[in-house]
Each structure stands twice: as C-alpha cells, then as structure tokens.
C-alpha cells in the first residue's frame, strides 16, 4: 500500500511540460529550443536564411519562422523538432503573426508597402494587402478581426479588417515604429518607435495615439504584464520598465548587448529576453526589476515576435 501511495504521490506532484522560449538564432541559422525549467538548449533545428521573425500557430504546436536573407517563410513542427515546408516570399520578409481564430498567417514585407496573407499549413499565398511603407511588426487582436501592422519609414501603425483584407486607418506614431504588442483584451496597443526613443500608446478602439512613454535609445520590442510594459533598448542595453495606469517610467534594468526580443511568462513573474550581441536570453524577476540568468544561445538571437510556448 505505502508503494502505491508513493506512486502517486509521484505521478501528481510530477511537473508538467516545461515551458519553451523558441529562439531564432539569425547568425547561427539556428531555431533554438530553451527548456525555461532547467534553463538550457534542448534542441537546435536549422532554418538557414537568417532567421529572425517567429509566430506560433493557435495550438502552439506550428512556429513560423521569417528568413529575411533566404526570401521566404519556414514552418517548423514543434514536436518534431523539424522544418517541414518552406514558402518563398518576395521583398523582405521579417515580421510575422498569427491570426488567432483563423490561423492565417500575416507577413510583412519589410522592402515593400505590403503584408502577405499566408494560408495556416503554409503552402501558398492567399492575398496580399497595402499598408504603410516598410512593415514591421505585427500584432492581432483575440477576436481574430482587426491585424495592426507598424509601419517602420512611414510613422504610422495600419488597422486592417481581417475579413476584407483592407486597410481601414493609419494612425499616426512616433518616429519609426518597430515592434507592436496588444494587450490581452485587445483595447490597447504599444510600438516601440526606433528613433524617437518612445513608445506610442495606442486606443485601439478609438483609433488614435493617446499617451507616449519615453524609453532608452533605440527601442525594439515591447513586453506587457497586468501592471507594467517592459521595453528592449538596442543601443542603451537595458529594458525601460513604465506603469500602464500612469504611463510613468519605473526603472531601466541593464541587460546583454543589443536586446531584441522579450515577452512575458503566462503568469507574469518573468520576463526574457534575447541579447542579440551577447548572445544570450536573459531571464529577469519582474518584481525584483533584475536579471536573475543570461542563458548561452546560439549566435544572433532575435525572436523578433512570439517566441514563449
């Protein structure tokens, strides 16, 4: 009886799956898996092309991955640790999300005024739709309806109606806008603007730009939990903490050389983050406001959009 007891007692107190942080590795030619529980590289799967974007798909089971030097998008099978399709893309493909009830998949076209509507499995291009010049970031909003596309040279984020494929506005940001991040609800979104070294706060609904917070020089990317934005500063190497009540800057956390990528852990306790120059993913206490690990990942990581899972 004690042995069977035991035997429970080990079955549920056994740990689940561990979360991954999926790192595209752009010098390497490497996506890299990160087993977050044991902090180390559990796999390296190659993706030649200088992989820099990635999304995941609905079930979290689907990466895809942009190659900006390779002109194509890359769909890697989580579970098999493989690359299973490619699809060739003109211009410059780097940012990239997911619809979330859907599945299509969004790519923008950096070199271009344009972003591709790919079909879930990858195989082809259904549509493409006119936005801003030169699209980078991308983010949608959880009822799968609206897609907002940052657009880096032309000062502006596009809202585009997910169902007819078309531009509707373009609100006006700051200078150059990069990365952009919703909030779970939707209600609100953030992009971090390259060269005037802030982030616009965006009232989705309302179509307008209604707060900007001033971060360290060149932001990248921008983190959310339930009470602060967390944003990468390429060329300070920190991340710039804000309140999203007040929008009022909290600290600056110095991190590795040239952070690119951060997101936050599903309960919020941790951020991470990829140290582009150094080479690392840096793991920080999102109470404590510290870096608590640098983890080796292989050469150029980016994880230029959804990289946690």
């Given amino acids: 009886m004690a042995q069977v007891v035991g035997l429970l007692l080990t079955l549920f107190t056994a740990p689940a799956l561990a979360d991954e942080a999926l790192v595209t590795a752009q010098g390497a030619n490497i996506l890299a898996v990160v087993d977050l529980d044991t902090q180390v590289v559990t796999a390296q799967i190659?993706?030649?092309?200088?992989?820099?974007?990635?999304?995941?798909?609905?079930d979290r089971k689907t990466a895809y991955v942009t190659r900006p030097e390779g002109h194509g998008l890359a769909i890697v099978?989580?579970?098999?640790?493989?690359?299973?399709?490619?699809?060739?893309?003109?211009?410059?493909?780097?940012?990239?999300?997911?619809n979330p009830k859907s599945g299509a998949v969004y790519v923008?076209?950096?070199y271009g005024s344009r972003i591709f509507v790919v079909s879930?499995?990858?195989?082809?291009?259904?549509?493409?739709?006119q936005v801003g010049a030169s699209p980078?970031?991308?983010?949608?909003?959880?009822?799968?309806?609206?897609?907002l596309v940052a657009n880096r040279?032309?000062?502006?984020?596009?809202l585009v109606d997910a169902a007819t494929a078309t531009e509707t506005v373009k609100i006006p940001v700051g200078e150059h806008p990069f990365g952009i991040t919703l909030d779970e609800t939707g209600t609100r979104a953030y992009t971090a603007n390259v060269m005037s070294n802030d982030v616009s706060v965006i009232d989705v609904a309302g179509r307008r730009e209604f707060g900007r917070v001033t971060t360290g020089?060149?932001?990248y990317v921008v983190a959310l939990?339930?009470?602060?934005?967390?944003?990468?500063?390429?060329?300070?190497?920190?991340?710039?903490?804000?309140n999203l009540k007040t929008l009022t800057n909290v600290a600056a956390i110095e991190v590795g050389d040239h952070p690119e990528g951060i997101a936050a852990s599903r309960d919020g306790s941790l951020l991470y983050v990829t140290n582009w120059g150094s080479n690392t993913l840096g793991v920080i206490d999102a109470t404590t406001l510290k870096v608590i690990k640098d983890i080796p990942v292989p050469d150029g990581p980016r994880s230029f959009g959804d990289f946690l899972r």
């Avoid at 190659?46 to 609905?58: M, Q, T």
């Avoid at 040279?153 to 596009?158: D, F, K, L, P």
């Avoid at 060329?235 to 804000?242: K, L, P």
Wanted: glycine share 12%; no cysteine; proline share 8%.
């Fill in 46 to 58: 190659p993706v030649d092309g200088a992989p820099a974007g990635i999304a995941l798909s609905p």
């Fill in 77 to 98: 099978d989580l579970d098999a640790r493989a690359v299973t399709g490619t699809l060739a893309l003109p211009g410059g493909p780097l940012g990239v999300a997911v």
């Fill in 136 to 147: 980078s970031g991308i983010a949608v909003t959880p009822d799968g309806a609206t897609i």
């Fill in 120 to 129: 879930a499995d990858g195989s082809r291009i259904e549509t493409e739709i």
């Fill in 225 to 242: 939990t339930a009470t602060r934005g967390f944003v990468t500063d390429q060329y300070s190497n920190t991340v710039t903490v804000f």
């Fill in 108 to 110: 923008a076209d950096w």
């Fill in 153 to 158: 040279e032309g000062n502006s984020v596009s």
């Fill in 217 to 219: 020089e060149r932001p």
